[in-house]
């Protein structure tokens, strides 16, 4: 059941600052801004959680902000997650589409960002925070008056099971009819399933448009990961077993290029984006994709002071 998300959630929260000691020095040419965001059905902070204790012992772990787990990584980065309101059934559902959630996670960029606009920016996002992210940097990109630096500093781009053609395990039809068994119609908002549909018109246009975008004026590395296990989606809103893969391989992946890479994971689609220890093999996959990244951007900024 995911706990029902408040006011206190929703926008940019900073899980770790960058090194205060980095401030005054050279070193902060290289601070970066890592942003996570989290998909459908889904809350800000939990959404980043694995368990590790036991029944008796409950231990939770959020591996944006455990010290030997992404902090670890990128020593000289701004750690942030951004929460929106992603219930689409049951008590608090919301009417909400990606447009929408891109337009605030701009809003709350600039404001976070007014004194570094044009420090790097890393998004790390799973599922549908992933087109999120594109819609957010095509608006960018369409008026950087209005957005400064969002695009142009976007360096990395990590999607764990981003339905870039459609989510082919979760139909939106299935989904609207399981929650109308359990539900009442005015607590349904099945908008924002639009968008996971194959074929859908404007997901098309987002992936089509982001890749022409990047190709003519953003050299962002993107790292794409999909799943190897399946899930149990009938269990998302119903109580009918239904085990199906969410996102394919040929789906959760942007046509591959120099600058973009895809791995798997040994995970199903709802665990991709949870990591409890630092010796985990996924976690490792992860770690290294997001070392590379910051550290190619580091090394650019120590070659500008030379």
């Known amino acids: 059941m995911v706990r029902p998300v408040t006011d206190e959630d929703i926008g940019l929260?900073?899980?770790?600052?960058?090194?205060?000691?980095?401030?005054?020095?050279?070193?902060?040419?290289?601070?970066?801004?890592?942003?996570?965001?989290?998909?459908?059905?889904?809350?800000?902070?939990?959404?980043?959680?694995?368990?590790?204790?036991?029944?008796?012992?409950t231990r939770w772990v959020n591996w944006l902000e455990t010290e030997n787990m992404l902090p670890a990584v990128a020593p000289h980065a701004r750690i942030m997650r951004y929460g929106y309101q992603s219930q689409w059934f049951g008590e608090g559902a919301m009417r909400q589409k990606a447009s929408t959630v891109a337009q605030r996670l701009l809003l709350a960029l600039r404001r976070r960002r007014k004194e570094y606009p044009h420090r790097p920016l890393l998004?790390?996002?799973?599922?549908?925070?992933?087109?999120?992210?594109?819609?957010?940097?095509?608006?960018?990109?369409?008026?950087?008056?209005?957005?400064p630096g969002t695009f142009a500093s976007t360096t990395g781009l990590i999607f764990l099971g981003t339905p870039f053609r459609g989510a082919e395990g979760i139909s939106q039809v299935e989904m609207l009819a399981a929650a109308q068994r359990e539900y009442q119609q005015d607590e349904i908002q099945p908008e924002v399933l639009k968008i996971l549909e194959p074929g859908n018109e404007f997901l098309q246009e987002v992936v089509d448009q982001f890749g022409r975008t990047r190709r003519q004026a953003n050299k962002a590395l993107v790292a794409c990961f999909y799943e190897l296990k399946s899930s149990?989606?009938?269990?998302?809103?119903?109580?009918?077993?239904?085990?199906?893969?969410?996102?394919?391989?040929?789906?959760?992946?942007?046509?591959?290029?120099?600058?973009?890479?895809?791995?798997?994971?040994?995970?199903?689609?709802?665990?991709?984006?949870?990591?409890?220890?630092p010796t985990e093999e996924d976690f490792e996959t992860v770690r290294d994709v997001v070392r590379d990244m910051s550290l190619l951007y580091q090394s650019l900024a120590k070659r500008a002071r030379c």
């Open 123 to 147: 998004f790390i996002a799973h599922c549908f925070g992933g087109l999120v992210v594109l819609k957010a940097l095509l608006d960018a990109q369409q008026n950087e008056s209005e957005w």
């Open 232 to 277: 149990n989606v009938g269990r998302i809103v119903g109580k009918t077993d239904r085990t199906r893969f969410v996102v394919s391989e040929s789906s959760g992946c942007l046509d591959l290029s120099v600058a973009t890479s895809k791995y798997s994971l040994s995970r199903t689609h709802f665990d991709m984006n949870k990591f409890g220890r």
């Open 13 to 57: 929260k900073v899980l770790r600052d960058a090194p205060a000691n980095a401030a005054d020095t050279a070193q902060a040419a290289e601070i970066i801004d890592i942003v996570a965001i989290h998909g459908i059905g889904a809350h800000p902070d939990d959404s980043w959680c694995k368990h590790v204790g036991t029944a008796e012992n």
